[in-house]
């Protein structure tokens, strides 16, 4: 079972001034996309980045997530840090998946432009930052989980396989 962590980014569901939907969403879009056994270990932190840093840590060397997805906190405001602490704890910057998310999400909202996306490693952990609107949510996924089974595998963080009437994983042959 592999272990996936999700990490939700929010002042206001952190103090539960209203529901998280960011964590949930990516819940069960990766429950339709994935195919291997695989079990959420789910956190709620407000936009502090050495919370965030603490939780992306935990989940990446205690937890043994392959993948971490978090939601929230990638816009310009002041409070949102999420990109800077997944850059303070990851080895290497992925930005490719910045870029894509922020084209196709351009397709949408002409606001894309304001997203700061972005995706690291961090040991066999790939950290992968979306937005916070479920919408938003699925659009992003929707674009870069092709790649996400192939980046698991090269950095060894064992295998998911996905649903090819959701998601086709791209793998070299």
């Known amino acids: 079972m592999i272990p996936i962590g999700i990490v939700t980014v929010s002042d206001r569901a952190?103090?539960?001034i209203y529901r998280d939907e960011g964590g949930?969403?990516?819940?069960?879009w990766l429950s339709r996309a994935l195919v291997s056994p695989w079990r959420p270990d789910a956190r709620l932190v407000?936009?502090?980045?050495?919370?965030?840093e603490a939780a992306l840590r935990a989940l990446a060397d205690d937890d043994g997530c392959a993948l971490i997805v978090t939601t929230g906190g990638t816009g310009p405001a002041p409070r949102d840090v999420t990109p800077e602490a997944t850059a303070a704890v990851?080895?290497?910057?992925l930005p490719g998946f910045g870029e894509l998310m922020r084209r196709e999400s351009l397709n949408a909202v002409p606001t894309a432009i304001l997203s700061r996306q972005t995706a690291g490693i961090r040991g066999r952990s790939l950290i992968v930052n979306l937005?916070?609107?479920p919408a938003a949510i699925d659009v992003c996924l929707r674009a870069i989980m092709p790649?996400?089974?192939?980046?698991?595998?090269?950095?060894g963080g064992g295998r998911l396989e996905t649903d090819p009437a959701m998601c086709v994983a791209f793998r070299p042959r």
């Not at 949930?24 to 069960?28: D, E, F, L, M, R």
């Not at 407000?46 to 965030?52: A, G, L």
Request: glycine fraction near 6%; charge should be negative.
């Open 24 to 28: 949930p969403t990516i819940a069960a």
């Open 147 to 155: 790649a996400i089974p192939y980046c698991i595998d090269l950095i």
């Open 90 to 93: 990851c080895e290497k910057m």
């Open 14 to 16: 952190s103090q539960g």
């Open 46 to 52: 407000p936009d502090d980045q050495p919370r965030v």
């Open 131 to 133: 937005p916070g609107k």
